[in-house]
């Protein structure tokens, strides 16, 4: 409990600009420990949920992981910002795709976009497999001719997009799909929400994310699908963690980045931050 205190008294720190641009492959640091000690992850592999009530932290969380696609020149970024808010403007220099709002219009991109990539695994796993690799590399991704760039899909309130009427089953199965068998060909989901109970997103999707994260929320089905069934009896209970005001925002459990589930402090990434790393980058 003292590290706990400990961890919650620290400001939510940002994001350390990498020296390279190679954040897909090789990692950033996403939080530090109870210890202080830094807590890295990586897009490639790891397609992530984030969970977090209003205020926790989940809009500062999900730009540190849009900034580490878009500071890898490979990356094709997409971004979904399911509610009219700015929180990721600043890429639009750098994204393939930019779209705000949750209207059945922007939930019928999010569905062909996701179609689109889940049809395209089996041809990148052929590609990789005449190449002799069993999963994608730096050089591959970097050899045009290939047609392997890696995707990062990133939804924020990923739940209105599930919750469509006309295109919600198909975002999810689409979704699901991505999730279970995309991993090794370099297509990675973030998913972040407000909400996360019951059918707000769809179990076969959360069941398949390699990482969960459980900023604040508001009770244990949330826990459990952010860090996998159980882990609220576990003790890892993340509606206990503080409001913002009471010093949480960024705290969070954090599960499939080390072998157990871990309570941390997360790295955020401001508008200008977010902008000032866009505007370095060569968007020629």
Partial sequence: RVLDIALEDRDMGHMPVPDVASTFFDGFTIAVDRFGDPVHTRLFEHSTLILGASGSGKSWVSRTYAAAGALDPLVDMHVFAMKQTAD????????????????????????????DLSAD????????????????????????ALDLRPAVVLVDECHVGFQDEEHGAAIGKAAADIAKRARYVGIVLILASQEGN?????RPVTANMTVGLAL???????????????????????TKIPTKEEGG???AYIRGVRPTIEKVKTYGTNLQDLAIMVGGLDVA
């Fill in 88 to 115: 990721f403007d600043p890429l639009e220099p750098v994204a393939l795709t930019l779209r705000t709002g949750g209207s059945t219009s922007d939930a019928r991109a999010l569905r062909s976009l996701l179609e």
């Fill in 121 to 144: 695994i089996d041809r990148r796993g052929a590609v990789l497999r005449e190449h002799g690799a069993e999963k994608l590399t730096p050089a591959l991704a970097a050899n045009p």
């Fill in 198 to 202: 019951g059918t707000d997103i769809p």
């Fill in 216 to 238: 604040r929320v508001l009770n244990y089905g949330q826990v459990d699908n952010a860090l996998g069934t159980g882990a609220y009896k576990m003790g890892a209970d993340a």
């Fill in 249 to 251: 925002a960024g705290v």
